[in-house]
């Protein structure tokens, strides 16, 4: 099974400050990733698939990077609304696992 | 608009078994695959299966944690997706996530229900 390992798993930040979550996968998963937010109380939302495609409505300070076994998520300018847990998850092949999970903290 | 409403959550005891039922709606639903994700009280989200859609016979896959006890399965006539939960353990309490995948590519997923909580505790 292909296991996902996210960095750091918590971060603590100000508004407008630039952020990079890093996802380590352990084995290579071409470019089969994707990144969720998650806010306290509810569902989690898709930020970014493939690797660096955004989602449909998803803020363009959101941005992914990466292939094999290495991937970024960065948020340029960190806004009030951007603080919540981040995942990713890759889907290489079955079974489908996510990360540990990044927490986005106010400083 | 993408709708999925989850139900059937509650209490039951270890060694029990409860089905969860998932409406959908807003979309072709035997087009699309469908997954259950849970996560447990305070950690993280854990891919729980998966059902393809009807053009791949709606098969099924399922994380090593759940295979065996637990089964996806849907009623395209009436939008409904399914997770039958046997030989439940405590480590099986979570919130349980419906989730919709994209029509395409790597079937990624875009959508998620609100979720529905089951405990499992004696």
């Known amino acids: 099974d292909i296991q996902l390992t996210q960095s750091p798993s918590f971060l603590s930040a100000s508004v407008g400050d630039r952020v990079t979550i890093t996802c380590r996968a352990s084995q290579g998963i071409s470019s089969f990733l994707a990144w969720f937010q998650q806010k306290p109380g509810k569902a989690p939302k898709l930020l970014i698939f493939?690797?660096?495609t955004l989602q449909s409505g998803v803020p363009s300070r959101f941005s992914g990077s990466g292939s094999g076994t290495e991937f970024t998520l960065t948020v340029s300018s960190l806004q009030p609304e951007d603080f919540a847990t981040y995942y990713c998850q890759h889907l290489n092949s079955y079974p489908l696992t996510f990360g540990g999970g990044t927490k986005v903290e106010i400083k | 608009e993408v709708q999925l409403v989850e139900s059937g959550g509650g209490l039951v005891q270890p060694g029990g078994s409860l089905r969860l039922s998932c409406a959908a709606s807003g979309f072709t639903f035997s087009d699309h695959y469908m997954d259950w994700v849970r996560q447990a009280p305070g950690k993280g989200l854990e891919w729980v299966g998966r059902t393809r859609n009807k053009a791949k016979s709606y098969t099924t896959e399922y994380a090593a944690s759940v295979k065996g006890r637990f089964t996806i399965s849907r009623d395209a006539s009436q939008n409904s997706l399914y997770l039958q939960m046997n030989s439940l353990k405590a480590e099986d309490t979570a919130v349980y996530y419906c989730?919709?995948?994209?029509?395409?590519?790597?079937?990624?997923?875009?959508?998620w229900g609100q979720g529905t909580l089951v405990t499992v505790s004696s």
């Open positions: 989730t919709r995948s994209f029509l395409s590519g790597k079937n990624y997923i875009d959508s």
């Open positions: 493939a690797a660096s």
